[in-house]
């Protein structure tokens, strides 16, 4: 299944981030159209060094079609615009298609 | 599970990179103490931009100790050893835990 990846730099005030990702953001990401689900983590760093990530997110959808549809979706814009609210650390995303052959 | 994610960002020759992950690394990889599985993965970038990332690898263990027992090991070693042979565009490397509350 391909997945829609988000991943949160570390912002300033993470209490406010998890807030409003909690009360606003995923529940805009719940209105993706045919997201079949989401996982949330919390990244840790390795060998002691911190994560560079805050969150990571990802979407999993049955087809590459309905994974474009979503972000062309009313809530795949609002989602966008969302992220000025709360994601001012940065984000990074890509799409993780089905596994390689490599 | 929790997961060793490993980002690699897109090196000059990705024909060589490659071939390196698949002939070399892959079977360092391989070598991890009680490595449930790897998925590996080549992200594409969204809405028209670039994926930052070439190759993104996940690394699944039953537990959280057995993936820090596995980083510590010998085959660890010579992965992060082996990263200086192939990765010279960047590698951005996190754990990813057991799915969050949030």
């Known amino acids: ?4 990846i988000v ?3 570390t912002p300033e ?3 406010a981030f ?8 995923s529940s805009i990401v719940a209105r993706y159209p045919n997201l079949r689900d989401v996982r949330i ?11 560079p990530f805050h969150l990571m997110a990802e979407m999993r959808f049955d087809t590459a079609t309905d994974l474009d549809d979503a972000l062309a979706s009313e809530a795949g814009a609002a989602s966008a ?3 000025r609210n709360f994601a001012g650390g940065g984000v990074t995303m890509f799409i993780a298609p089905d596994e390689a052959d490599a």
Do not use: I
């Open 81 to 83: 615009k969302d992220l």
């Open 41 to 51: 983590v919390k990244p840790a760093g390795v060998a002691g060094r911190p994560s």
């Open 7 to 9: 991943l949160y730099s």
């Open 1 to 4: 299944m391909p997945r829609l």
């Open 18 to 25: 998890d807030a409003h990702y909690r009360d606003v953001h």
């Open 13 to 15: 005030d993470t209490d």
